[in-house]
């Protein structure tokens, strides 16, 4: 994304407007949403094994239908259409392009997204494509998956082969979707797929998807023309104590290295935390970690996306497990939630977090132009007798972020874009359909979409590029 204007507005005589050429959007991953699971050569993912086992999702929810975007993905382009997006940021199914993790390119699968780009394009809708949101071939698994170092190889081969056939019309390309998630949930926590529980080797599956990030800039940049830009999604998050004592410090301390300088640091200054390596010696020598490693980690991307949900609390000495946030190395270290405020699935919903989240990212590693590639919130949305969506609740958390967003750029943080999660309801993961994220509310029985009260404030954002107020508009 280029940069936009940064002529401040007047806030004494308009709403808050973002700089000319803001990018605005919304975001799904192809698990949550395409359905077909077994159609055109796809062959079954880590997730699809994941899912497979029963009590691992809430109510024993299957990705097999999902929202049926794989059929209906010229409906939901001109809906995005009538939303007013000028960026629809979506992820590329790895088995779905390569089922076999490795070789040549399985056409049926990357038709799929050339007709998905051709139709965004068509619509004025600028495509932003995430090669990888967790979803990578069982078969990959079976050889080790993240935590076999070959795995980093095989992305940047799936990285290549996806950028030969789509880099002449998406002009914006993430590696990774929350590398966080995959190590940490996936491989410390168990809770997602693959389902393994060892400190070791959630380590090494960090640092694995650092180097599969740098390998995949290097082939995308071979692949791609000159305008193209690069970029990945991390999840950072501000933490913090409540009561501020020199062990509780200690906790945070600990808790910003396992959750945000793990990532950051290889990304932006190409070394990891010495802090982080002290914390985790009993654990592992870091070995992993070879010569000219931390050079292809850090190589050079063109904005950094930033998916923001809630900060972190933390405070030391022994508490309850947290099954969504286990510390590798420190077991004097817990996670706690506050008692006051709104909280969703992620946290407590601080917007003003947000704010001080970017700022951070600026003074600790330089003015690198960024772009929100998620937010949003779950709410139990339903359509009413009038068939509108009265999601009054999105709206004002939206409205909250997005303030806070500004404020941000004001204060000089280079923000160019802002992505919410999600377009649409989707298959959430180990929360199945339960929770509803989507600007568009889906009928699970009959898919039938219907744009949400939110949806429609959020149109209004676009149209303006400014923040409205927060009464929502009629559907129109």
Excluded at 87 to 98: G, L, N
Excluded at 444 to 461: E, L, M
Aim: charged share 20%.
């Amino acid at each position: 994304m280029t940069a936009p204007s940064q002529t401040a507005p007047d806030r004494r005589h308009a709403p808050p407007e973002f700089p000319a050429g803001f990018r605005w959007g919304a975001a799904t991953a192809a698990f949550q949403v395409e359905g077909a699971l077994d159609a055109d050569g796809r062959t079954p993912s880590v997730w699809d094994t994941f899912t497979a086992v029963p009590g691992r999702v809430d109510n024993g929810d299957r990705a097999d239908l999902a929202v049926d975007h794989y059929r209906r993905y010229r409906d939901d382009v001109a809906l995005m259409a009538q939303l007013g997006l000028n960026t629809y940021r979506f992820s590329v199914s790895w088995p779905r392009v390569q089922p076999d993790g490795r070789g040549a390119a399985n056409v049926k699968g990357l038709d799929f997204y050339s007709r998905l780009v051709d139709e965004l394009l068509a619509n004025g809708i600028e495509p932003m494509l995430t090669l990888y949101h967790w979803d990578h071939p069982q078969v990959l698994q079976d050889a080790g998956g993240w935590a076999n170092r070959d795995m980093t190889e095989r992305f940047a081969d799936y990285a290549a082969l996806v950028a030969a056939r789509l880099g002449d019309r998406v002009p914006l390309w993430v590696t990774l979707n929350e590398p966080w998630c995959t190590a940490f949930l996936g491989h410390a926590s168990g809770i997602h797929a693959p389902g393994v529980a060892d400190d070791a080797t959630t380590l090494t599956v960090a640092h694995h998807l650092n180097l599969a990030h740098g390998l995949g800039v290097q082939a995308l940049r071979a692949a791609l023309p000159g305008t193209a830009q690069v970029s990945i999604a991390l999840n950072p998050a501000p933490v913090r104590t409540p009561v501020d004592t020199q062990e509780n410090q200690d906790a945070v301390r600990r808790a910003d290295a396992l959750r945000n300088r793990i990532f950051l640091d290889p990304l932006l200054r190409g070394q990891y935390p010495a802090d982080l390596i002290a914390d985790t010696a009993h654990i592992t020598d870091w070995g992993f970690v070879r010569d000219g490693d931390l050079a292809t980690a850090t190589s050079p991307i063109d904005v950094l996306g930033v998916n923001y949900y809630t900060p972190l609390y933390v405070a030391a000495g022994p508490g309850p497990a947290d099954p969504y946030n286990r510390w590798v190395g420190s077991d004097g270290l817990v996670h706690i939630a506050p008692a006051d405020g709104p909280s969703t699935i992620h946290g407590v919903v601080d917007a003003a977090a947000l704010r001080e989240l970017l700022n951070r990212i600026r003074h600790d590693y330089g003015p690198v132009p960024i772009v929100i590639a998620e937010n949003g919130v779950a709410s139990p949305d339903t359509v009413g007798p009038d068939g509108r969506v009265d999601d009054a609740g999105r709206v004002a958390y939206l409205h909250a972020h997005l303030a806070a967003l500004h404020d941000a750029i004001t204060d000089g943080v280079d923000v160019r874009g802002y992505v919410m999660w999600s377009l649409i309801d989707n298959f959430e993961w180990v929360y199945g359909y339960s929770q509803r994220f989507g600007l568009i509310h889906v009928d699970r029985d009959t898919q039938r979409r219907t744009v949400k009260d939110s949806g429609h404030w959020f149109r209004q954002v676009i149209a303006a590029n400014a923040i409205p107020p927060l009464d929502p508009p009629a559907a129109g």
